[in-house]
């Protein structure tokens, strides 16, 4: 993943399980970022890719929310197939077939974690990511089923 923007999303993951509001309040974001040593144009970076997250649900089809098991099952492209390690992609087919995300969720989860890939997408990238959409939609949004699956322990993802 690109280093310095993977570093900014895992910490504010971890700012964010700890009770921090920075994916809500962009002043406190970037003060906290600013203070662990990122330049202003790598903050710019990571409020833009936050920016863009996916937005709420009643922006989609909600046929699709309604079962929250998704309806197709996702084939990686050959180029995506290579990007994840065996385990990034068992999660991700894990979280789907478990009805703890959909169809657009799984897509967001793919692309942003392609789009913060500069080599090969392991587990720890997965959950950051999937983390980060989770906590960015609302904290409480944390269920015990993502929690299981991604294996977080004391409101941390394993390493």
């Known amino acids: ?3 310095r923007m993977y570093d900014m999303m895992r910490i504010l993951v971890d700012e964010s399980l700890n009770g921090a509001n ?25 409020l833009s890719w936050l920016h863009n997250m996916q937005g709420d649900s009643n922006e989609y089809n ?13 084939v990686l492209h050959p180029e995506e ?3 994840f390690t065996p385990a ?4 991700i ?22 789009d913060l890939a500069s080599n090969e997408i392991g587990l720890e990238e997965v959950k950051t990511v999937t983390l980060l959409i989770f906590l960015k939609k609302r904290r409480d949004s944390l269920s015990n089923s993502l929690i299981e699956v991604l294996g977080i322990e004391g409101n941390r993802p394993s390493s």
């Open 1 to 3: 993943m690109r280093e």
């Open 22 to 46: 920075v994916l809500f309040d962009d002043h406190e974001l970037t003060v906290m970022l600013e203070h662990r040593g990122f330049q202003p144009d790598e903050i710019y970076e990571a």
């Open 62 to 74: 909600e046929s699709i929310f309604d079962n929250k098991r998704g309806k197709s099952v996702r």
């Open 81 to 83: 197939r290579l990007a």
């Open 88 to 91: 990034a992609h068992g999660v």
């Open 93 to 114: 087919h894990k979280l789907c077939t478990q009805g703890v995300i959909n169809d657009i969720l799984r897509e967001e989860i793919i692309q942003r974690c392609i």
